[in-house]
């Protein structure tokens, strides 16, 4: 009810209020837009839903949303060769596709892989696992992994009535059934996402419930501002999903994003 509530105060604010709109573009803007048109183009050629996995990233570290070191492989001989050279062990496997939604339903993501004999045969799985589905375009991702984390989910969507609408709530596996989010109108002023954050269920926790360390909050508001910014200066995306970001109090990593366009 109060993640509602701080939802509709936003929409009468903007509306009711008539408060003023913000830039037409972010800063980050003027510097980054020719190489993100640039992987835009390239996915419209292949006339894609969303964006590839590694525009993704790219996109993603040109707005400073901290990502893990990954790379995308054909051929597991690939991979070993990007873990031997840099990611390290332990590491994360996982399959990435422009159909592919829910990695969780199906199995196609292996994390805690140890050592060289368990990346080959987790890589073997998931290439039978792309044949079984029937996956286009599948190809897998090794990815650093990352210490663990509160899981939460950050996204925008962009509706033809309201314009952009920013989410935040607790993420992972279950973030749908758990329902635990909050939703405002863009554009918002950094306030104003502390007060999205804080109408959520999962707001204690972060703050350090039962004698734990507290999450640095302004630093999940960076990432919605990044969010809103990318919202704001790029009308092809149609919206944005971080599902996990992981927030320890010494790191905030943006685990998994989703870029889906107009």
């Not at 800063?27 to 183009?41: G, K, S």
């Not at 650093?144 to 939460?152: A, S, T």
């Amino acid at each position: 009810m109060l993640a509602a509530m701080t939802w509709y105060a936003s929409y009468r604010q903007r509306t009711a209020y008539n408060l003023p709109m913000p830039p037409l573009k972010s800063p980050y803007y003027e510097q980054q837009h020719a190489a993100i048109n640039d992987l835009y183009q390239q996915a419209r050629v292949l006339n894609l839903a969303t964006l590839p996995q590694a525009s993704v990233d790219e996109m993603a570290r040109r707005y400073h949303i901290a990502i893990p070191e990954s790379y995308v492989c054909r051929q597991v001989d690939q991979a070993v060769l990007c873990v031997r050279s840099s990611i390290g062990y332990p590491c994360v496997l996982k399959i990435v596709a422009p159909t592919l939604l829910h990695r969780s339903d199906i199995g196609a993501v292996i994390t805690d892989i140890n050592n060289e004999i368990e990346l080959r045969e987790g890589f073997n799985h998931l290439e039978a696992l792309i044949r079984e589905h029937h996956i286009v375009d599948g190809a897998i991702c090794v990815q650093k992994c990352v210490e663990c984390g509160l899981p939460l989910i950050v996204g925008a969507t962009r509706d033809p009535n309201f314009g952009t609408i920013l989410l935040f709530g607790s993420g992972g596996i279950y973030a749908e059934l758990l329902g635990d989010v909050a939703r405002c109108v863009a554009p918002l002023e950094r306030g104003a996402m502390l007060d999205m954050i804080l109408a959520t269920r999962i707001a204690p926790i972060l703050k350090g419930a039962r004698g734990q360390q507290p999450i640095d909050l302004q630093r999940i508001i960076d990432i919605l501002k990044a969010i809103e910014y990318l919202m704001q200066d790029y009308d092809f995306i149609q919206s944005i999903d971080i599902n996990p970001l992981l927030a320890s109090p010494q790191d905030i990593c943006a685990v998994d994003i989703k870029i889906a366009l107009q």
